[in-house]
T-cell receptor, first 116, second 116 residues
Protein backbone atom coordinates (compact mmCIF):
# COMPACT_ATOMS: atom_id res chain seq x y z
CA UNK A 1 0.00 0.00 0.00
CA UNK A 2 1.08 3.52 -0.69
CA UNK A 3 1.87 5.85 2.18
CA UNK A 4 2.35 9.59 2.36
CA UNK A 5 4.30 11.15 5.21
CA UNK A 6 4.23 14.74 6.33
CA UNK A 7 6.37 14.82 9.43
CA UNK A 8 6.00 18.50 10.34
CA UNK A 9 2.63 19.22 11.97
CA UNK A 10 3.07 23.00 11.97
CA UNK A 11 5.18 25.65 10.33
CA UNK A 12 5.28 29.42 10.44
CA UNK A 13 6.57 31.91 7.91
CA UNK A 14 6.95 35.66 7.81
CA UNK A 15 4.87 37.45 5.21
CA UNK A 16 6.79 37.91 1.92
CA UNK A 17 9.27 35.18 2.88
CA UNK A 18 9.66 31.72 1.39
CA UNK A 19 8.68 28.47 3.07
CA UNK A 20 9.09 24.83 2.09
CA UNK A 21 6.71 22.10 3.18
CA UNK A 22 8.07 18.56 3.16
CA UNK A 23 6.46 15.35 1.98
CA UNK A 24 7.74 11.86 1.35
CA UNK A 25 5.87 8.92 -0.07
CA UNK A 26 6.35 5.24 -0.55
CA UNK A 27 5.23 3.27 -3.57
CA UNK A 28 6.33 0.47 -5.85
CA UNK A 29 4.32 1.83 -8.77
CA UNK A 30 5.75 3.70 -11.72
CA UNK A 31 2.58 5.48 -12.87
CA UNK A 32 1.26 7.92 -10.30
CA UNK A 33 0.42 11.52 -9.54
CA UNK A 34 1.35 13.70 -6.59
CA UNK A 35 -0.65 16.66 -5.34
CA UNK A 36 -0.58 19.45 -2.83
CA UNK A 37 -3.96 20.58 -1.55
CA UNK A 38 -4.74 23.62 0.56
CA UNK A 39 -7.54 23.62 3.10
CA UNK A 40 -8.25 27.10 4.48
CA UNK A 41 -10.51 27.71 7.49
CA UNK A 42 -13.54 27.38 5.21
CA UNK A 43 -12.44 23.73 4.84
CA UNK A 44 -12.89 23.78 1.05
CA UNK A 45 -10.16 21.63 -0.48
CA UNK A 46 -8.24 23.57 -3.10
CA UNK A 47 -5.77 22.00 -5.51
CA UNK A 48 -2.50 23.92 -5.33
CA UNK A 49 -0.31 21.95 -7.68
CA UNK A 50 0.05 18.53 -9.22
CA UNK A 51 2.97 16.54 -10.58
CA UNK A 52 2.90 13.58 -12.93
CA UNK A 53 5.54 11.01 -11.97
CA UNK A 54 6.67 10.56 -15.56
CA UNK A 55 7.55 14.23 -15.89
CA UNK A 56 11.06 15.17 -14.86
CA UNK A 57 10.33 18.87 -14.82
CA UNK A 58 9.10 20.24 -11.51
CA UNK A 59 5.61 21.71 -11.62
CA UNK A 60 5.14 25.43 -11.00
CA UNK A 61 2.01 27.49 -10.43
CA UNK A 62 2.74 31.17 -9.87
CA UNK A 63 4.23 31.43 -6.35
CA UNK A 64 4.01 27.70 -5.76
CA UNK A 65 6.57 25.21 -6.98
CA UNK A 66 7.57 21.69 -6.13
CA UNK A 67 10.85 19.86 -5.76
CA UNK A 68 10.09 16.38 -7.04
CA UNK A 69 12.84 13.90 -6.28
CA UNK A 70 11.56 10.63 -7.70
CA UNK A 71 14.41 8.40 -6.59
CA UNK A 72 14.23 9.75 -3.06
CA UNK A 73 10.41 9.69 -3.15
CA UNK A 74 10.28 13.24 -1.97
CA UNK A 75 7.79 15.91 -3.02
CA UNK A 76 8.20 19.25 -1.26
CA UNK A 77 6.18 22.41 -1.85
CA UNK A 78 7.83 25.81 -1.93
CA UNK A 79 5.72 28.90 -1.37
CA UNK A 80 7.44 32.10 -2.41
CA UNK A 81 6.46 35.61 -1.33
CA UNK A 82 4.14 34.21 1.34
CA UNK A 83 0.86 36.02 1.79
CA UNK A 84 -1.57 36.12 4.70
CA UNK A 85 -4.04 34.20 2.56
CA UNK A 86 -1.63 31.29 2.35
CA UNK A 87 -2.36 30.45 5.99
CA UNK A 88 -4.11 27.08 5.88
CA UNK A 89 -3.67 23.38 6.33
CA UNK A 90 -1.72 21.79 3.47
CA UNK A 91 -2.02 18.16 2.48
CA UNK A 92 0.30 16.17 0.29
CA UNK A 93 -1.49 13.43 -1.63
CA UNK A 94 -0.71 10.47 -3.88
CA UNK A 95 -2.83 8.87 -6.56
CA UNK A 96 -2.13 5.74 -8.56
CA UNK A 97 -2.30 6.11 -12.33
CA UNK A 98 -5.31 7.77 -13.85
CA UNK A 99 -8.11 5.25 -13.60
CA UNK A 100 -11.63 6.31 -12.72
CA UNK A 101 -11.51 4.72 -9.30
CA UNK A 102 -8.00 5.82 -8.44
CA UNK A 103 -7.98 6.87 -4.80
CA UNK A 104 -6.16 9.73 -3.21
CA UNK A 105 -3.93 8.87 -0.26
CA UNK A 106 -3.38 11.90 1.95
CA UNK A 107 -0.64 12.76 4.38
CA UNK A 108 -1.53 13.98 7.86
CA UNK A 109 -1.25 17.58 6.79
CA UNK A 110 0.68 20.58 8.01
CA UNK A 111 -0.74 23.77 9.45
CA UNK A 112 0.95 26.81 7.98
CA UNK A 113 0.66 30.16 9.71
CA UNK A 114 1.81 33.42 8.14
CA UNK A 115 3.09 36.20 10.41
CA UNK A 116 2.32 39.76 9.27
CA UNK B 1 -15.86 24.71 -14.44
CA UNK B 2 -15.69 21.46 -12.42
CA UNK B 3 -17.88 22.60 -9.54
CA UNK B 4 -19.10 20.19 -6.90
CA UNK B 5 -21.78 21.15 -4.42
CA UNK B 6 -22.92 19.55 -1.19
CA UNK B 7 -26.17 19.96 0.64
CA UNK B 8 -26.68 20.71 3.41
CA UNK B 9 -23.56 22.61 4.43
CA UNK B 10 -24.30 21.82 8.04
CA UNK B 11 -26.90 19.74 9.84
CA UNK B 12 -27.83 18.97 13.42
CA UNK B 13 -29.77 15.82 14.13
CA UNK B 14 -30.86 13.86 17.16
CA UNK B 15 -29.28 10.58 18.13
CA UNK B 16 -31.05 7.66 16.47
CA UNK B 17 -32.28 9.55 13.44
CA UNK B 18 -30.96 9.35 9.90
CA UNK B 19 -29.55 12.17 7.83
CA UNK B 20 -28.88 12.39 4.09
CA UNK B 21 -26.10 14.40 2.49
CA UNK B 22 -26.17 15.16 -1.23
CA UNK B 23 -23.18 15.62 -3.49
CA UNK B 24 -23.72 17.05 -6.96
CA UNK B 25 -21.41 17.72 -9.87
CA UNK B 26 -22.86 20.90 -11.35
CA UNK B 27 -21.15 21.25 -14.71
CA UNK B 28 -19.78 17.83 -15.54
CA UNK B 29 -20.75 14.18 -15.40
CA UNK B 30 -18.98 12.39 -12.62
CA UNK B 31 -17.78 8.92 -13.42
CA UNK B 32 -16.84 8.31 -9.83
CA UNK B 33 -17.61 9.98 -6.54
CA UNK B 34 -15.70 9.62 -3.31
CA UNK B 35 -16.82 10.21 0.25
CA UNK B 36 -14.41 11.32 2.97
CA UNK B 37 -14.65 11.96 6.66
CA UNK B 38 -12.50 14.50 8.44
CA UNK B 39 -12.08 15.20 12.14
CA UNK B 40 -10.78 18.60 13.30
CA UNK B 41 -7.11 19.20 12.54
CA UNK B 42 -6.83 15.76 10.95
CA UNK B 43 -6.49 14.42 7.45
CA UNK B 44 -9.20 13.21 5.13
CA UNK B 45 -10.16 9.58 5.56
CA UNK B 46 -11.68 7.87 2.52
CA UNK B 47 -14.91 6.13 3.41
CA UNK B 48 -16.10 4.80 0.08
CA UNK B 49 -15.93 5.04 -3.68
CA UNK B 50 -19.09 5.02 -5.76
CA UNK B 51 -19.79 4.64 -9.45
CA UNK B 52 -23.08 5.52 -11.11
CA UNK B 53 -25.46 2.60 -11.07
CA UNK B 54 -23.17 0.36 -9.03
CA UNK B 55 -22.81 -0.53 -5.39
CA UNK B 56 -20.29 1.54 -3.51
CA UNK B 57 -16.95 0.10 -2.50
CA UNK B 58 -16.29 0.76 1.17
CA UNK B 59 -12.93 1.11 2.83
CA UNK B 60 -11.96 -1.33 5.51
CA UNK B 61 -13.52 -0.49 8.84
CA UNK B 62 -16.38 1.58 7.41
CA UNK B 63 -19.80 0.19 8.27
CA UNK B 64 -21.70 -0.09 5.01
CA UNK B 65 -25.04 -0.53 6.80
CA UNK B 66 -24.50 2.66 8.71
CA UNK B 67 -23.20 4.81 5.88
CA UNK B 68 -25.44 4.14 2.91
CA UNK B 69 -24.19 5.50 -0.39
CA UNK B 70 -26.31 5.80 -3.49
CA UNK B 71 -24.97 7.03 -6.82
CA UNK B 72 -28.20 7.30 -8.77
CA UNK B 73 -26.99 9.44 -11.65
CA UNK B 74 -23.83 10.84 -13.18
CA UNK B 75 -24.34 14.06 -11.27
CA UNK B 76 -25.65 12.95 -7.88
CA UNK B 77 -24.41 10.80 -5.05
CA UNK B 78 -25.92 10.65 -1.59
CA UNK B 79 -24.56 9.58 1.77
CA UNK B 80 -27.10 8.59 4.40
CA UNK B 81 -25.95 8.24 7.96
CA UNK B 82 -28.42 5.85 9.55
CA UNK B 83 -29.24 5.73 13.25
CA UNK B 84 -26.76 8.50 13.89
CA UNK B 85 -24.87 8.68 17.17
CA UNK B 86 -22.75 11.48 18.63
CA UNK B 87 -19.57 9.72 17.51
CA UNK B 88 -20.76 10.14 13.90
CA UNK B 89 -20.40 13.89 14.31
CA UNK B 90 -17.78 14.94 11.81
CA UNK B 91 -17.08 16.84 8.62
CA UNK B 92 -18.04 14.89 5.51
CA UNK B 93 -16.52 15.79 2.15
CA UNK B 94 -17.33 14.41 -1.27
CA UNK B 95 -15.29 14.60 -4.43
CA UNK B 96 -16.10 13.76 -8.01
CA UNK B 97 -13.97 12.76 -10.94
CA UNK B 98 -14.61 12.54 -14.65
CA UNK B 99 -12.97 11.10 -17.69
CA UNK B 100 -11.17 13.51 -19.95
CA UNK B 101 -9.38 15.25 -17.10
CA UNK B 102 -7.11 12.41 -16.09
CA UNK B 103 -9.81 11.66 -13.51
CA UNK B 104 -8.92 14.71 -11.46
CA UNK B 105 -10.90 14.81 -8.21
CA UNK B 106 -12.95 17.94 -7.59
CA UNK B 107 -14.02 18.52 -4.02
CA UNK B 108 -17.29 19.70 -2.57
CA UNK B 109 -17.34 22.28 0.22
CA UNK B 110 -18.15 19.70 2.88
CA UNK B 111 -21.00 19.07 5.31
CA UNK B 112 -20.68 19.49 9.05
CA UNK B 113 -22.78 16.93 10.90
CA UNK B 114 -23.53 17.30 14.58
CA UNK B 115 -25.45 14.56 16.34
CA UNK B 116 -26.94 15.52 19.68
Amino acid sequence: AQTVTQSQPEMSVQEAETVTLSCTYDTSESDYYLFWYKQPPSRQMILVIRQEAYKQQNATENRFSVNFQKAAKSFSLKISDSQLGDAAMYFCAYRSGSGANSKLTFGKGITLSVRP
Amino acid sequence: GAVVSQHPSWVICKSGTSVKIECRSLDFQATTMFWYRQFPKQSLMLMATSNEGSKATYEQGVEKDKFLINHASLTLSTLTVTSAHPEDSSFYICSASASGSSYEQYFGPGTRLTVT
